[in-house]
């Protein structure tokens, strides 16, 4: 394992979020904060409770996954297609360095950043309300996990996509939809039945069901479920994150 090269390409990465950290930092703010105005004020005041929690605090695990997921998929998928979009890529590929040096370095500053915001959305939503962490540390872990995660299929989006146009295809045709109608600001057992039924394909819902549970302890799917389906995900990613290194696919043509 060739440690230096991971530094140099994490170093790099990071530098690039650093030089626009108040944007990057001040953004989701922002949106926290409209989205507790709109969400939290409004339709609040409607919904008292969900599950026995305010309706305030219970968007809270959706927001956060919601900005977390977008974050990785968007800083991995430009920091890998950038290089291969310029030509710089090859020089990457040709020197002394494996895949697994690439993929931590690209895809743990993807990580890394993501769980930054993640966690400034979280201090941002104790401004607006009396927020319970049930599960402290699996909160954490899952906001690691969630961020890891993405940002490998990020990865795979931007070695996949050919131009720019088509790295925005898949994280607003497919992505934000699945986020939307994941339970972000919902429970899935709100829905009728059949609804209800066709929400379990989403992956989404795992993900927020078992999310909303470290806060809580409660949750829509049955914990073990939900981390097996993230695992199996995560798994996923990293299997044609290998199958893309060893053949090559849309890296060198």
């Given at each position: ?181 994941g339970g972000s600001f919902y429970s899935v057992n709100m829905l009728p039945g059949i609804w209800r039924s066709l ?55």
């Amino acid at each position: 394992m060739n440690v230096q090269a991971i530094r140099v390409i994490f170093n790099r990465e990071m530098a690039r979020f650093y030089r626009t950290i108040i944007e990057s930092l001040v953004s989701p703010v922002i949106s926290t904060s409209l989205y507790f105005v709109v969400f939290g004020a409004a339709i609040g005041s409607r919904i008292e409770t969900v599950d026995g929690v305010t309706y305030g605090a219970f968007i809270v695990p959706g927001l956060i996954m919601l900005t977390v997921i977008t974050q990785s998929v968007a800083n991995a998928s430009f920091a890998i297609h950038f290089p291969k979009f310029i030509g710089t890529i090859y020089e990457l590929l040709s020197a002394p360095i494996g895949t697994a040096e690439i993929v931590i370095g690209y895809v743990g500053a993807a990580a890394v950043k993501s769980v930054l915001i993640g966690l400034v959305i979280l201090a941002t939503a104790f401004l607006f309300v009396d927020l319970p962490i049930a599960h402290p540390v699996a909160m954490f872990a899952l906001l690691v996990l969630t961020s890891f995660s993405f940002s490998l299929f990020g990865f795979i989006i931007g070695i996949w996509a050919k131009d720019f146009q088509q790295l925005q295809l898949i994280p607003l045709l497919v992505l934000t939809p699945l986020i939307f109608l994941g339970g972000s600001f919902y429970s899935v057992n709100m829905l009728p039945g059949i609804w209800r039924s066709l929400a379990l394909f989403n992956p989404v819902v795992y993900l927020m069901s078992v999310f909303r549970w470290s806060f809580f302890d409660t949750a829509d799917v049955p914990v073990m479920v939900s981390l097996l389906a993230i695992l199996l995900f995560t798994a996923a990613c990293l299997a044609a994150v290998w199958w893309i290194f060893r053949t090559g696919w849309r890296i060198r043509q």
